[in-house]
């Protein structure tokens, strides 16, 4: 089930307090739950994408801008850079939405190495032959399409390509004061067409391949015992967990099962 987006700041619902009574009650299993809770809890968390397979999901797209802004999109699908405020001593490797028009729901299009940005109402980032930035459709076609690629000299960079093969960009305002103004016109890499782009944490490959293998190690020494039927030393419980992280649990399993035959019938 997807989760809703949450954003620092927002007030958490007050949790109604449980007398003993009710926590001894629900016994081994609302433990499980709370283990699990606990550690879903950094699932939202935002965090850098460091290569482009690991874009998809909800991403910012964090701009070259001083101080920081990100793509936007609003209702009547124009596109701009947004001042982000949860942001850590300015640092873009830091940025956090604060508003779901800064958030863009990354994918590749299927059959191809190319993406797509979902914005906040609908319809995707695009970008015309003359270089103007808008989220006006709900259908993929080459302006909606776009290539990541990693900033070769600049690791935890990306550059938003074009078909046109031209690049989105972000510089400075001609008028006082003005906000950044946001193209995707470029003909060549540079300090202003080098982005960062956030991710939530549980989307990123790495992280999650991480927690699947933490989740697969988690096993108590009784169900373990259960599975080999006697009792295990600790070498035997840490041998039979370390396996299931790596994949041969069930061949580690079966080696323990012969011995207790052998030392049956020995």
């Known amino acids: 089930m997807v989760k809703p987006l949450t954003f620092k700041g927002d007030k958490k619902p007050k949790k109604r307090k449980r007398t003993e009574a009710e926590s001894l009650a629900e016994g081994e299993g609302s433990s499980k739950l709370a283990r699990a809770a606990e550690d879903g809890a950094d699932d939202d968390s935002w965090v850098s994408a460091e290569a482009a397979g690991d874009v998809v999901g909800p991403v910012m797209l964090v701009l070259p801008t001083e101080p920081p802004t990100c793509i936007a999109c609003d209702a009547n699908?124009?596109?701009?850079?947004?001042?982000?405020?949860?942001?850590?001593?300015?640092?873009?490797?830091?940025?956090?939405?604060?508003?779901?028009?800064?958030?863009?729901?990354?994918?590749?299009?299927?059959?191809?190495?190319?993406?797509?940005?979902?914005?906040?109402?609908?319809?995707?980032?695009?970008?015309?032959?003359?270089?103007?930035?808008?989220?006006?459709?709900?259908?993929?076609?080459?302006?909606?399409?776009?290539?990541?690629?990693?900033?070769?000299?600049?690791?935890?960079?990306?550059?938003?390509?074009?078909?046109?093969?031209?690049?989105?960009?972000?510089?400075?305002?001609?008028k006082p004061n003005g906000a950044p103004e946001v193209r995707g016109d470029a003909t060549e890499i540079s300090f202003e067409s080098t982005l960062r782009i956030r991710m939530q944490a549980r989307f990123k490959p790495k992280l999650k391949a991480s927690k699947e293998m933490k989740e697969r190690a988690k096993v108590s020494r009784k169900e373990l015992e259960e599975a080999v039927g006697r009792r295990l030393n600790e070498d035997e419980v840490q041998r039979l967990k370390k396996a299931r992280r790596e994949g041969d649990y069930h061949e580690q399993l079966l080696d323990l099962k012969s011995k207790n035959k052998h030392d049956k019938y020995g």
Not at 123 to 151: F, M, Q, R
């Open 77 to 174: 699908g124009k596109v701009f850079a947004d001042p982000i405020e949860n942001i850590i001593d300015a640092n873009p490797a830091s940025a956090e939405p604060h508003d779901v028009r800064q958030v863009w729901v990354a994918n590749k299009i299927y059959g191809t190495e190319n993406f797509r940005f979902k914005g906040r109402y609908g319809k995707y980032l695009a970008c015309d032959k003359h270089g103007i930035l808008s989220a006006t459709s709900e259908a993929i076609a080459p302006p909606e399409t776009w290539n990541v690629i990693a900033t070769a000299d600049t690791p935890g960079t990306f550059q938003l390509q074009t078909l046109h093969e031209t690049l989105l960009t972000a510089a400075e305002s001609k």
